[in-house]
């Protein structure tokens, strides 16, 4: 993955449900990141999962395409997962520049979401789990 793409996954914060998930939580607020990690197994157990992971289906390849596009893959990748648990979600970063991608949170394991987001094009996917941090799972 290319160091400018890397750094941006890392500034991005995915929301769910009212919940935002960092992929690298800032060490030095551990009571933070604790409550935001209950908060993430709280949300699964309400899913009655304990994998999820924010797939997209936007900008295949990390290539700009018009909204319009990235909305009807989103449909198709709605459709696609429709066997699992879904909830809308967000990916928000403010740096390098502001800009936000809609996501969904599938409640399946890393590997179903692999499958899924490759079928899209995706680059990366963010796995949430019942117990440790998010994580990147990088696809290519």
Same mark, same amino acid.
């Not at 996954?9 to 935001?36: H, Q, S, Y």
């Not at 700009?64 to 909305?71: D, E, Q, V």
């Given at each position: 993955?290319?160091?400018?793409?890397?750094?941006?996954?890392?500034?991005?914060?995915?929301?769910?449900?009212?919940?935002?998930?960092?992929?690298?939580?800032?060490?030095?607020?551990?009571? +933070?990141?604790?409550?935001?990690?209950?908060?993430?197994?709280?949300?699964?157990?309400?899913?009655? +999962?304990?994998?999820?992971?924010? +797939?997209?289906?936007?900008?295949?390849?990390?290539?700009?395409?018009?909204r319009g596009w990235n909305a009807r893959m989103l /449909?198709?990748?709605?459709?696609?997962?429709?066997?699992?648990? /879904?909830?809308?979600?967000?990916?928000?970063?403010?740096?390098?520049?502001?800009?936000?991608?809609?996501?969904?949170?599938?409640?399946?394991?890393?590997?179903?979401?692999? +499958?899924?987001?490759?079928?899209?094009?995706?680059?990366?996917?963010?796995?949430?789990?019942?117990?440790?941090?998010?994580?990147? /799972?990088?696809l290519r």
């Amino acid at each position: 993955m290319r160091p400018g793409l890397a750094r941006a996954w890392r500034a991005t914060l995915f929301e769910a449900d009212g919940i935002a998930v960092p992929i690298a939580p800032d060490p030095r607020l551990p009571a +933070t990141w604790r409550a935001r990690g209950e908060a993430v197994a709280v949300l699964l157990a309400r899913l009655g +999962t304990r994998d999820a992971c924010f +797939t997209g289906a936007w900008n295949p390849f990390s290539r700009r395409r018009p909204r319009g596009w990235n909305a009807r893959m989103l /449909v198709r990748l709605r459709g696609a997962a429709r066997r699992h648990a /879904v909830l809308d979600g967000m990916g928000r970063a403010c740096r390098p520049r502001p800009w936000g991608e809609e996501h969904l949170l599938i409640a399946a394991s890393p590997a179903r979401c692999a +499958t899924l987001a490759r079928r899209f094009r995706q680059d990366s996917i963010v796995a949430l789990s019942r117990r440790g941090p998010a994580r990147l /799972v990088v696809l290519r």
